[in-house]
């Protein structure tokens, strides 16, 4: 049986063992005044749409000891040190390792902080459509390039369609950017796409720990830009409302 103390150690082992050229030893806890962080917490995945994840664990990566529990609609609020940049890890048993972009945290906090947390069993699939072998030293990430307008917590064909996303530093061209395509509502990776579909998605595989940015273009549109701390053996999905946003 999976304990919350069981949980926080695995959490703890993700950001721990940090060697003297680490790039992950200098990401420290913020120490300013007190910040509310409210945000959802959804399963992803294939015939999941609504499904929540009652009862894991949000929490800070670079303090795992300041967390809370999701309640069964989904929710989660909790306290966080304000000043800085922070990343925030969702842990379950039976899903794997997901944590957000990383976000300055004000003094106003976070109001809408967003997970979309695939299964083991989805993780697997979605590696096995898109040709990757998820490299347990590494992280993969995911975001989502949505429209302006559209749900805050996403939903289906919110896609800024055409829009390119590139990754700073960059990466090798197998580790992509690969889009989700979308045909009658069915979602897969596909190696072949050039630029987002109406979904959105995309993902970078297999990423060398460290610090990047994430930045999409397209004609006539501006977008937000995604700040990413890669912690090995993480899947990071800067899922909506704090991924790529058209403004």
Same mark, same amino acid.
């Given at each position: 049986?999976?304990?919350?103390?069981? !949980?926080?150690?695995? !959490?703890?082992?993700?950001?721990?063992?940090?060697?003297?050229?680490?790039?992950?030893?200098?990401?420290?806890?913020?120490?300013?005044?007190?910040?509310?962080?409210?945000?959802?917490?959804?399963?992803? +995945?294939?015939?999941?749409?609504?499904?929540? !994840?009652?009862?894991?664990?949000?929490?800070?990566?670079?303090?795992?000891? !300041?967390?809370?529990?999701?309640?069964?609609?989904?929710?989660?609020?909790?306290?966080?040190?304000?000043? +800085?940049?922070?990343?925030?890890? @969702?842990?379950?048993?039976?899903?794997?390792?997901?944590?957000?972009?990383?976000?300055?945290? &004000?003094?106003?906090?976070?109001?809408?902080?967003?997970?979309?947390?695939?299964?083991?069993?989805?993780?697997?699939?979605? &590696?096995?459509?898109?040709?990757?072998?998820?490299?347990?030293?590494?992280?993969?990430?995911?975001?989502?390039?949505?429209?302006?307008?559209?749900?805050?917590?996403?939903?289906?064909?919110?896609?800024?369609?055409?829009? @390119?996303?590139?990754?700073?530093?960059?990466?090798?061209?197998?580790?992509?950017?690969?889009?989700?395509?979308?045909?009658?509502?069915?979602?897969?990776?596909?190696?072949?796409?050039?630029?987002?579909?109406?979904?959105? +998605?995309?993902?970078?595989?297999?990423?060398?720990?460290?610090?990047?940015?994430?930045?999409?273009?397209?004609?006539?549109?501006?977008?937000?830009?995604?700040?990413?701390?890669?912690?090995?053996?993480?899947? @990071?999905?800067?899922?909506?409302?704090?991924?790529?946003?058209?403004?």
């Amino acid at each position: 049986m999976l304990t919350r103390a069981s !949980i926080l150690a695995a !959490i703890l082992a993700l950001s721990a063992g940090c060697s003297d050229d680490d790039p992950t030893a200098d990401w420290i806890a913020n120490d300013g005044p007190p910040a509310t962080i409210n945000g959802m917490a959804f399963v992803f +995945g294939p015939n999941t749409a609504g499904l929540t !994840i009652e009862g894991s664990v949000v929490a800070i990566a670079e303090a795992p000891e !300041i967390s809370t529990t999701v309640a069964a609609d989904g929710s989660f609020t909790f306290q966080v040190p304000s000043g +800085g940049p922070t990343t925030f890890s @969702v842990v379950k048993e039976g899903f794997h390792p997901n944590q957000s972009a990383t976000l300055e945290v &004000g003094a106003d906090g976070v109001a809408m902080l967003g997970f979309q947390s695939p299964t083991v069993e989805a993780f697997e699939l979605l &590696g096995t459509i898109a040709r990757v072998v998820p490299d347990p030293t590494r992280c993969q990430i995911s975001t989502t390039v949505s429209r302006a307008g559209t749900e805050p917590y996403g939903g289906e064909a919110l896609g800024a369609e055409g829009a @390119v996303v590139t990754i700073d530093p960059a990466l090798p061209a197998e580790s992509g950017p690969i889009y989700f395509a979308y045909a009658g509502g069915t979602i897969y990776p596909d190696r072949e796409l050039t630029s987002a579909s109406i979904d959105g +998605g995309v993902i970078f595989a297999n990423v060398p720990v460290g610090e990047y940015t994430l930045r999409a273009e397209k004609a006539g549109t501006q977008f937000t830009e995604v700040g990413i701390r890669c912690r090995a053996g993480v899947l @990071v999905n800067a899922a909506p409302p704090n991924g790529l946003q058209e403004i």
